[in-house]
């Protein structure tokens, strides 16, 4: 199983979903690197579920115990090993999938390319229960690039068919990154955010579920950044958010709306602001030739609604070769996109670092 990551920052995941703890190795972080312990804690609590109405009633401390790397909140310039125990776990209610899958889940997957050996309680590794060490892996990165004025923000840009506002494309204000960055549901319209969790507790009631898309900015990269062909920043961001258990589609700057406009609309025209070379929009997200311009980098994932739901829904007992229904019980998030939102970010920091490491332009992070 490839759960390896990375070029000069690099990452592995392991555990699973039941199993004891869950964790990651980070390798290739510059020594002497002071992290703010609360800073980090605040940051992973965002994706820790908060057992209310919009959110799955499993709750986990998220408190990660570290082995290595880390010695009085410094990095020390050697792999970092973060464990994070799992406590909160109801395996009986898994038992079942060994043999029946559930829609749109990776049970009949799981069993195909691992003979019926991998672990299938709470989805085993293929859990989003996995983004807790990611998260944390991102919690580092984001505090390093900061120190050389790189912000990430993020927000719940769609849930079902509600639509908060859009980033705006050229700036976006410092007041505005603190806000989201400390916000229990990020979004920039406060009444849409509102309606969007009346949307999930509703559906939550019908026993069904409801996707979304978050939206982020990564402000202050340089230009010049980026290896295409195939090492694009666009290729290296895709890399890592989709493996976000959930992704299901990516888009940088405008995306998919480009296909619609004739080039005099899509076009970013370049212009002289304060004698910095800029670009009067930023349609094509900060990013040309797979390369950085300078400008804030935007890009948007779609995250499919969760598919386990109490609904009744036709599988297979893929063992006995049986049609069978089935209604999946347990504890489940009704939309897993509000916490999925660190994770978003965790995902851009740890690319956007390992990107400005590996580059022949030999970013100083002094």
């Known amino acids: 199983m490839s759960s390896n ?18 964790g990651v190795v980070v390798d290739g972080l510059p020594a002497g690197e002071v992290i703010d312990w609360e800073e980090l804690l605040a940051f992973m609590a965002r994706r820790r579920s ?23 909140n410094v990095t020390c310039g050697t792999p970092i090993c973060a464990r ?3 406590s909160n776990t109801q395996s009986k209610d898994y038992s079942l999938f060994r043999e029946v899958a559930r829609p749109s889940h990776a049970d009949y997957s799981g069993y195909l390319r691992y003979d019926g050996y ?53 700036e976006l204000d410092q007041k505005l990154v603190e806000k989201l960055n400390h916000s229990f549901f990020p979004v920039l319209d406060e009444a849409k955010g509102e309606q969007m969790q009346a949307e999930i507790q509703r559906v939550r009631a019908e026993g069904d579920s409801v996707g979304g898309i978050v939206e982020c900015a990564v402000l202050g990269v340089p230009g ?28 940088f700057g405008d995306g998919f709306g480009l296909a619609a406009l004739c080039g005099s609309q899509a076009n970013d025209p370049f212009i002289l602001q304060d004698g910095e070379i800029r670009t009067e929009t930023n349609r094509n997200g900060g990013i040309l030739g797979g390369i950085t311009t300078g400008m804030p980098i935007l890009f948007r994932c779609a995250f499919k609604p969760t598919p386990s739901i109490s609904k009744e829904q036709r599988s297979i007992n893929f063992r006995r070769r049986e049609e069978v229904t089935l209604s999946i019980k347990g504890r489940h998030d009704p939309c897993i996109v509000r916490r999925a939102v660190p994770v978003v970010e965790a995902a851009a920091a740890l ?3 390992d990107l400005l490491l590996s580059s022949d332009k030999r970013w100083n992070l002094q």
Do not use: C, M
């Open 351 to 353: 690319t956007l670092l």
């Open 84 to 86: 994070i125990r799992n």
């Open 5 to 22: 990551w990375g070029k000069h920052v690099k990452i592995s995941v392991w555990g699973e979903s039941h199993s004891e703890s869950i």
């Open 224 to 251: 010049g950044y980026g290896d295409p062909l195939f090492d694009s920043v666009e290729s290296q961001l895709s890399s890592l958010l989709f493996s976000i258990p959930a992704v299901k589609g990516v888009e």
């Open 50 to 72: 908060s057992g209310g109405g919009v959110d799955t009633p499993r709750q986990e401390a998220d408190l990660p115990e570290i082995q290595s790397g880390l010695l009085n």
């Open 118 to 170: 991998n672990d299938i309680r709470g989805g085993g590794h293929f859990s989003g229960r996995l983004t807790a060490p990611l998260v944390f892996a991102g919690g580092l990165a984001r505090q390093i690039l900061a120190r050389k004025g790189i912000r990430i923000a993020a927000h719940i840009k769609q849930i079902g068919s509600i639509t908060d506002a859009p980033f705006p494309t050229t």
